[in-house]
């Protein structure tokens, strides 16, 4: 839906925003967007990192019990 968006679109969007919080709430708004994106990425490495270490000792668990026998 956004990979449709050109450059026209994107000045028209951030002249209503311009209009719709004024000059002063801009920098505090792209500052909370900022942060609420950073937290978010955050948590999906941590997420995907822990999905990698799970994957990681079920396989060495599976080793281990196949040299067992």
């Known amino acids: 839906m956004l990979q449709n968006i050109g450059i026209p679109g994107l ?6 925003a311009l209009i719709i919080f004024g000059p002063s709430k801009l920098p505090e708004i792209g500052r909370a ?7 978010f990425k955050k948590s999906t490495r941590e997420l995907v990192s822990d999905e990698n270490s799970k994957e990681s000792n079920k ?8 040299k067992t026998l």
Do not use: A, N
């Not at 000045?11 to 209503?16: C, Q, R, S, T």
């Not at 967007?33 to 937290?39: C, D, I, N, P, V």
């Not at 396989?59 to 196949?66: A, V």
């Open 11 to 16: 000045i028209i969007v951030l002249v209503i």
């Open 33 to 39: 967007f900022g942060s609420t994106l950073r937290e």
């Open 59 to 66: 396989e060495s668990s599976t080793q281990k019990d196949e």
